[in-house]
C-alpha cells in the first residue's frame, strides 16, 4: 500500500512531509484532515509550535503513546532547541516510518533514536481509532 509513495521528490506544498501523509490518507484510507495555512518553503518551520500543532491536531485525532502506535498513526516531532514542530512521519510496524526529507525522497526509515529523541506525538485519525 506505501509502495507508490516511496521515492517522490520533496517539493513543498505538494509531497512535503504532511503534504505526504494527508495524501496516503485520502487516497489509501478515504480519510480526510484539514492542513492549515502554511508557507510553501522552509519558512513553514516559523508557524508551527507544539502547542498550534496539537490544538489543529486534537479536531482530527486521538493522541497515543508510541508503546501503542499503529500503523498510519501520524508521528509529530520537535525541535530540540524549541517548542517548534520540524517534521511529520507516519509510522509503520514496527518501529519505522514512511516520511520525506527536505531535498530527499519519500522513503521508508528505522524510528532511530535520533527520531525517537525528537518524538513530540503520536496522534491516530478519529476514524480509525
Not at 11 to 37: H, M, T, W
Request: one cysteine or more; proline letters at 2%.
Amino acid at each position: 500500500m506505501v509502495q507508490k509513495y516511496l521515492s517522490l521528490k520533496h517539493d513543498y506544498g505538494k509531497i512535503d512531509c504532511i503534504e505526504l501523509i494527508r495524501q496516503f490518507y485520502a487516497q489509501e484510507l478515504n480519510l480526510s484532515f484539514y492542513l492549515p495555512a502554511y508557507p510553501k518553503s522552509r519558512e513553514w518551520l516559523k508557524h508551527f509550535s507544539a502547542e498550534s500543532v496539537d490544538h489543529w491536531a486534537s479536531s482530527w485525532f486521538t493522541k497515543v503513546e508510541l508503546t501503542d502506535a499503529q500503523n498510519y498513526d501520524v508521528m509529530i516531532f520537535k525541535s530540540e532547541k524549541s517548542e517548534l514542530i520540524i517534521h511529520f512521519g507516519m509510522y509503520l510496524m514496527p518501529s519505522k516510518m514512511l516520511h520525506v526529507e527536505e531535498g530527499g525522497f519519500s522513503c521508508i526509515q528505522t524510528l532511530s533514536h535520533y527520531w525517537v529523541d525528537r518524538l513530540h506525538a503520536i496522534y491516530r485519525h478519529n476514524d480509525l481509532v
